[in-house]
């Protein structure tokens, strides 16, 4: 049963624009959620982390929001550079399975000229 | 900077085949990981440690084993490997349980004929 779900395996978004990111959680006991960036052939990179207790965390040009009720979180891109074509993963850690890191299956980000 | 390393990018191997992937940081951290990543997949956590000697199994442990005998070396051991354990396979490390934020490897693409 997959907990982190990335519903959208790929996405499009034009040079300067604002890509939005979407991954939906099943367990409420995840008490943190974080992205990774990934380039081919590379490992995934830290990008940006967001607590349970809070409901957003910006950092540059990238902002999550956390809607716990709707067990919804979304990564916000503005503006959006050519260097951000890559694979992102939505991660949750779940404090009651030793603190195992679950991750979703990915959303490949293609930024347009 | 955290550094993990992985003994090899790319291997081919032949089914049968005892293969060894090696993977060693720099930073002293408690927990390391195995993971693989296939297409549509994401990313499956395959065997993690908490600590040296110490070992548990992830979501997909079948088909591989591991040793950690040394804080800084995690090795992932496929003992007999098959042509459904082509993957890419990520090693990463993390600070201790409290932490969340996971460092990883460059990867292996492993392909088994």
């Known amino acids: 049963d997959q907990q982190v779900k990335q519903n959208s395996p790929s996405l499009s978004v034009q040079e300067g624009r604002i890509s939005i990111l979407n991954c939906d959680y099943t367990?409420?006991?995840?008490?943190?959620f974080l992205w990774y960036k990934k380039y081919p052939a590379e490992g995934p990179t830290f990008l940006i982390s967001?607590?349970?207790?809070?409901d957003k965390n910006e950092d540059g040009r990238f902002t999550v929001f956390l809607n716990k009720s709707a067990k919804h979180l979304s990564l916000h891109i503005v503006p959006s550079q050519p260097g951000d074509s890559a694979v992102y993963f939505c991660?949750?850690?779940?404090?009651?399975?030793?603190?195992?890191?679950?991750f979703g299956k990915g959303t490949r980000l293609h930024i347009l000229p | 900077d955290v550094k993990v390393t992985q003994s090899s990018r790319y291997l081919v191997k032949r089914t049968g085949e005892k293969v060894f992937l090696e993977c060693v940081q720099d930073?002293?951290?408690?927990?390391m990981f195995w993971y693989r990543q296939d297409p549509g997949l994401g990313l499956r956590l395959i065997y993690f440690?908490?600590?040296?000697?110490?070992?548990e199994k992830g979501d997909i442990p079948e088909g591989y084993s591991v040793s950690r005998e040394k804080k800084e070396r995690f090795s992932l051991i496929l003992e007999s490997a098959s042509t459904n354990q082509t993957s890419m396979y990520l090693c990463?490390?993390?600070?201790?349980?409290?932490?969340?934020?996971?460092?990883f490897g460059p990867g292996t693409r492993l392909t088994v004929t």
């Open positions: 990463a490390s993390r600070l201790g349980k409290t932490s969340y934020e996971q460092y």
């Open positions: 367990n409420s006991m995840f008490d943190y």
């Open positions: 967001i607590s349970s207790i809070k």
């Open positions: 991660a949750a850690r779940d404090y009651h399975r030793d603190d195992k890191i679950i």
């Open positions: 930073m002293d951290h408690e927990n």
């Open positions: 440690s908490y600590d040296v000697k110490m070992k």
